[in-house]
T-cell receptor, first 112, second 116 residues
């Protein structure tokens, strides 16, 4: 049973560019949440998708956007990249009305 | 606003020692959930334990145990007879009760090094 799959694992982008990160949830899960983890910090909640809609959002600018597809997979898009966007981006999947979160191994984004 | 504080930043122990990781939280909710996660170098957050605010019973699960005290807003985690494979970053997290999939608020993490 595959867990949460994220792609790519590593990515290097130039300041001002746009990036798309992808997440496939654990089989049977219908909700996807995204977190940003800066070096030496704990993960910070970006947003959550359920039924293809954004349900909750953390304190992140509009440059961060997302999408959930009918098969429950999700994308995180970041526009106009800043050096400060360099971080590990973690995807977590869960089942609505449950309280168990499964995390992927993340995408390490470096902005130069 | 929710907040999780992990005052310890790095802990180093020798294998077979017991180690306790401290966690203090702040929330205005009366119903909430507390978690401990482990993050090995691979980056994936591995779920360890979960506790809801109505259950202060402390338990032991294998080498893991936890001490939840609402009076002091603390949720400490103990590893008994530590092993080298326990070396990782440990995060305490808090989830409010507004929905089954409420966001997690994490502390800054504690880096645990277990030396052979």
């Amino acid at each position: 049973d595959a867990g949460v799959t994220q792609s790519p694992t590593h990515l290097i982008k130039t300041r001002g560019q746009q990036v798309t990160l992808r997440c496939s949830p654990k089989s049977g899960h219908d909700t996807v949440s995204w977190y940003q983890q800066a070096l030496g910090q704990g993960p910070q909640f970006i947003f959550q998708y359920y039924e293809e809609e954004e349900r909750q959002r953390g304190n992140f600018p509009d440059r961060f956007s997302g999408h959930q597809f009918p098969n429950y997979s999700s994308e995180l898009n970041v526009n106009a990249l800043l050096l400060g966007d360099s971080a590990l981006y973690l995807c977590a999947s869960s089942l609505a009305r449950a309280r168990g979160y499964t995390f992927g191994s993340g995408t390490r984004l470096t902005v130069v | 606003a929710q907040k999780v504080t992990q005052a310890q930043t790095e802990i180093s122990v020798v294998e077979k020692e017991d180690v306790t990781l401290d966690c203090v939280y702040e929330t205005r909710d009366t119903t909430y959930y507390l978690f401990w996660y482990k993050q090995p170098p691979s980056g994936e957050l591995v779920f360890l334990i979960r506790r809801n605010s109505f259950d202060e019973q402390n338990e032991i699960s294998g080498r893991y145990s936890w001490n939840f005290q609402k009076s002091t807003s603390s949720f400490n985690f103990t590893i008994t007879a530590s092993q080298v494979v326990d070396s990782a970053v440990y995060f305490c997290a808090l989830s409010e009760s507004t929905g089954a999939n409420s966001k997690l608020t994490f502390g800054k993490g504690i880096t645990l090094s277990v030396r052979p």
